[in-house]
């Protein structure tokens, strides 16, 4: 009689059911299926909407309206949620369904999550119906290709180059709107809303986080978002820095301004050359030029090709030199983790390859991470490493095995020599 072997249970289970799913796996899977049940919530949704909405019309408008109204009260009521979601739900159900149904059908395919379907919904919605027609295709796939927060940046960047003719007219008239509101929370705490241009409420932002992590460094006790507070508040009611430790007393702010050459001059201005402002998006030209005037606190990039620019100091010292710092920063726009949106201005300058290994201080060995996703690729069993010959694209490599390209936002010019015509003979 002879003894028959079977390989291990989990090579029988690959060998006839295909390999066995991970907990990655499975947690992907659930999130497909929510994806999947919200979009049939949605078709449900409208649905009940169409139907009430269709026996009332024989009724007059005035009625319609109050239909509505009950349709939302009914929804809040059955789902235990408020007016306001149920609302809000009505309504992305409504473009979902309607002029966006393509989004729809990338939702109940999973190939979207929900969080992406309202983000294009929101933000489609600022457009008139035959501009959003025109863009709503492309904006799907860019949803299935981007993380939420990358996404809601891109499709931003998207309306403003569409709507490039009537930038500057807009952003006329919301300068307007401009004032500062104070509203009261709890237990003596309140919030100080500014309701002004993004380019300075970033540099604000940026040196008060700056600042606070100076005083932070020097070894305060209190937590970054603490300090923040405490930074903005000092320097809005004293307007001096002097009572704060050396290292934070000299920071300014500093925002990034990427200007094509030809916009700046005044001749240029196409949607593919609008000026964009790091941590913000496409601005108006004007404010561009503005922004470029000459202060020291805009760091100006002209996307025009030029030599001279500092790609890589080799082997003969550690920190990058500040030029080439810049350039890192200004090619990614942000941090180069997966999905991460943290200005590159925030973040550190990482050596691919280690300097302890051999590893460059150069353009393609360097990457702007955020201190966390830093601690990340150092500590953990992740495995980062730049494409070669791509740009600055970044291969993330999880401990499951699963990859992740990051690519910049930008890409630096590449020089290359060109044989000269051969002289005519005199």
Same mark, same amino acid.
């Given at each position: 009689?002879?003894?028959?072997?079977?390989?291990?249970?989990? /090579?029988?289970?690959?060998?006839?059911?295909?390999?066995?799913?991970?907990?990655?796996?499975?947690?992907?899977?659930?999130?497909?299926?929510?994806?999947?049940? +919200?979009?049939?919530?949605?078709?449900?949704?409208?649905?009940?909407?169409?139907?009430?909405?269709?026996?009332? &019309?024989?009724?007059?408008?005035?009625?319609?309206?109050?239909?509505? =109204?009950?349709?939302?009260?009914?929804?809040?009521?059955?789902?235990?949620?408020?007016?306001?979601?149920?609302?809000?739900?009505?309504?992305?159900?409504? +473009?979902?369904?309607?002029?966006?149904?393509?989004?729809?059908?990338?939702?109940?395919?999973?190939?979207?999550?929900?969080?992406?379907?309202?983000? @294009?919904?929101?933000?489609?919605?600022?457009?008139?119906? /035959?501009?959003?027609?025109?863009?709503?295709?492309?904006?799907?796939?860019?949803?299935?290709?981007?993380?939420?927060?990358?996404?809601?940046?891109?499709?931003?960047?998207?309306?403003?180059?569409?709507? !490039?003719?009537?930038?500057?007219?807009?952003?006329?008239?919301?300068?307007?709107?401009?004032?500062?509101?104070?509203?009261?929370?709890?237990?003596?705490?309140?919030?100080?809303?500014?309701?002004?241009?993004?380019?300075?409420?970033?540099?604000?932002?940026?040196?008060?986080?700056?600042?606070?992590?100076?005083?932070?460094?020097?070894?305060?006790?209190?937590?970054?978002?603490?300090?923040?507070?405490?930074?903005?508040?000092?320097?809005?009611?004293?307007?001096?820095?002097?009572?704060? %430790?050396?290292?934070?007393?000299?920071?300014?702010?500093?925002?990034?301004?990427?200007? %094509?050459?030809?916009?700046? @001059?005044?001749?240029?201005?196409?949607?593919?050359?609008?000026?964009?402002?790091?941590? !913000?998006?496409?601005?108006?030209?004007?404010?561009?030029?503005?922004?470029?005037?000459?202060?020291?606190?805009?760091?100006?990039?002209?996307?025009?090709?030029?030599?001279?620019?500092?790609?890589?100091?080799?082997?003969?010292?550690?920190?990058?030199?500040?030029?080439?710092?810049?350039?890192?920063?200004?090619?990614?726009?942000?941090?180069?983790?997966?999905?991460? !949106?943290?200005?590159?201005? &925030?973040?550190?300058?990482?050596?691919?390859?280690?300097?302890?290994?051999?590893?460059?201080?150069?353009? /393609?060995?360097?990457?702007?991470?955020?201190?966390?996703?830093?601690?990340?690729?150092?500590?953990?069993?992740?495995?980062?490493?730049?494409?070669?010959?791509?740009?600055?694209?970044?291969?993330?490599?999880?401990?499951?095995?699963? =990859?992740? @390209?990051?690519?910049?936002?930008?890409?630096?010019? !590449?020089?290359?020599?060109?044989?000269?015509?051969?002289?005519?003979?005199?």
């Amino acid at each position: 009689m002879t003894e028959t072997l079977l390989p291990p249970p989990s /090579e029988r289970d690959e060998e006839w059911f295909g390999p066995v799913p991970d907990a990655v796996d499975l947690v992907v899977e659930t999130a497909t299926m929510m994806s999947v049940f +919200a979009a049939e919530r949605y078709a449900r949704i409208d649905a009940m909407r169409q139907e009430a909405l269709a026996a009332a &019309r024989r009724f007059g408008a005035g009625e319609v309206e109050l239909v509505e =109204r009950s349709i939302r009260l009914e929804l809040a009521a059955a789902m235990r949620v408020t007016e306001y979601a149920a609302g809000r739900l009505i309504v992305v159900a409504e +473009a979902l369904r309607g002029s966006c149904r393509v989004a729809w059908e990338s939702l109940a395919g999973g190939r979207i999550t929900e969080k992406h379907a309202e983000v @294009l919904v929101d933000l489609l919605g600022e457009l008139a119906p /035959e501009e959003q027609a025109g863009l709503v295709g492309d904006v799907v796939l860019l949803a299935e290709a981007e993380p939420v927060g990358t996404f809601r940046r891109k499709l931003r960047d998207r309306i403003a180059r569409a709507r !490039v003719e009537s930038l500057e007219d807009r952003y006329r008239a919301a300068m307007q709107t401009r004032r500062v509101v104070v509203e009261p929370v709890a237990d003596g705490l309140g919030v100080l809303l500014a309701y002004a241009p993004e380019v300075e409420l970033q540099a604000i932002f940026t040196r008060a986080t700056a600042m606070a992590k100076a005083i932070k460094a020097a070894g305060d006790e209190r937590t970054l978002d603490q300090i923040r507070a405490d930074v903005v508040c000092d320097l809005l009611i004293d307007g001096t820095t002097q009572h704060v %430790p050396a290292a934070a007393s000299g920071i300014r702010a500093q925002v990034v301004v990427t200007v %094509p050459a030809l916009s700046l @001059l005044g001749e240029g201005g196409s949607a593919a050359e609008l000026p964009v402002v790091e941590g !913000v998006g496409p601005v108006p030209v004007s404010r561009a030029r503005e922004l470029c005037g000459g202060d020291g606190k805009w760091m100006r990039v002209l996307t025009h090709p030029e030599t001279g620019m500092v790609l890589s100091v080799g082997r003969d010292r550690y920190e990058p030199p500040a030029a080439l710092r810049r350039l890192v920063k200004w090619r990614a726009d942000r941090c180069m983790a997966p999905g991460c !949106v943290m200005p590159a201005s &925030r973040c550190e300058i990482d050596h691919q390859i280690r300097w302890t290994d051999g590893g460059h201080t150069s353009l /393609e060995n360097h990457a702007p991470f955020c201190k966390g996703h830093h601690l990340v690729k150092d500590n953990t069993a992740w495995q980062v490493r730049q494409v070669p010959y791509s740009g600055g694209v970044i291969e993330w490599t999880s401990p499951t095995g699963r =990859r992740y @390209l990051v690519k910049p936002e930008r890409r630096v010019p !590449v020089f290359t020599a060109t044989a000269r015509e051969p002289a005519p003979p005199s």
